[in-house]
């Protein structure tokens, strides 16, 4: 369960976004899902217990992209999204870029992240409670 906000001053001091808790060159998983419902789990983890990680997008913004702690993709079946094992294939926190992705880009960079990666069931719980949100507005257009 999330602590109250912590207000100085009128600043949320609760959530430092300084430095991520894990080593800057950790190995991650990639956890690949469409734009609008990663949007979507982005705000929903922003506003959770300090759940979210850093996050990429693609350059033609199609795509958002997780890192989560390496051995997600051993038991990843979100429907909808993809995740990817990079370990061994060059892809660290501190690099910015997926395998085979040079155009990717931070949307949530490693310096502004909550943690180092971002925990597998509180993100698989936003994506769940993002597809909901996404339903339910598309039936009332």
């Given at each position: 369960?999330?602590?109250?906000m912590k207000?100085?001053?009128?600043?949320?001091?609760?959530?430092?976004?300084?430095?991520?808790?894990?080593h800057?060159?950790?190995?991650?998983?990639?956890?690949?899902?469409?734009?609008?419902?990663?949007?979507?789990?982005?705000?929903?983890?922003?506003?959770?217990?300090?759940?979210?990680?850093p996050?990429?997008?693609?350059?033609?913004?199609?795509?958002?992209?997780?890192?989560?702690p390496?051995?997600?993709?051993?038991?990843?079946?979100?429907?909808?999204?993809?995740?990817?094992q990079?370990?061994?294939?060059?892809?660290?926190?501190?690099?910015?870029g997926?395998?085979?992705?040079?155009?990717t880009?931070?949307?949530?960079?490693?310096?502004?992240?909550?943690?180092g990666?971002?925990?597998?069931?509180?993100?698989?719980?936003?994506?769940?409670?993002?597809?909901?949100?996404?339903?339910?507005?598309d039936?009332?257009?």
């Amino acid at each position: 369960m999330c602590n109250p906000m912590k207000r100085e001053a009128g600043v949320d001091i609760s959530r430092s976004r300084t430095t991520a808790q894990h080593h800057p060159r950790q190995d991650c998983d990639l956890v690949t899902v469409p734009a609008r419902q990663g949007l979507e789990a982005v705000d929903i983890l922003r506003r959770g217990c300090d759940g979210l990680g850093p996050v990429m997008h693609d350059n033609a913004c199609d795509t958002l992209g997780f890192l989560v702690p390496p051995g997600t993709a051993d038991g990843w079946d979100m429907p909808g999204s993809a995740c990817t094992q990079t370990a061994g294939r060059g892809m660290r926190i501190s690099d910015g870029g997926a395998p085979g992705q040079a155009a990717t880009h931070w949307l949530v960079p490693p310096d502004a992240a909550y943690t180092g990666a971002t925990d597998p069931a509180e993100l698989r719980a936003a994506l769940g409670e993002a597809a909901r949100t996404i339903e339910a507005v598309d039936r009332c257009q």
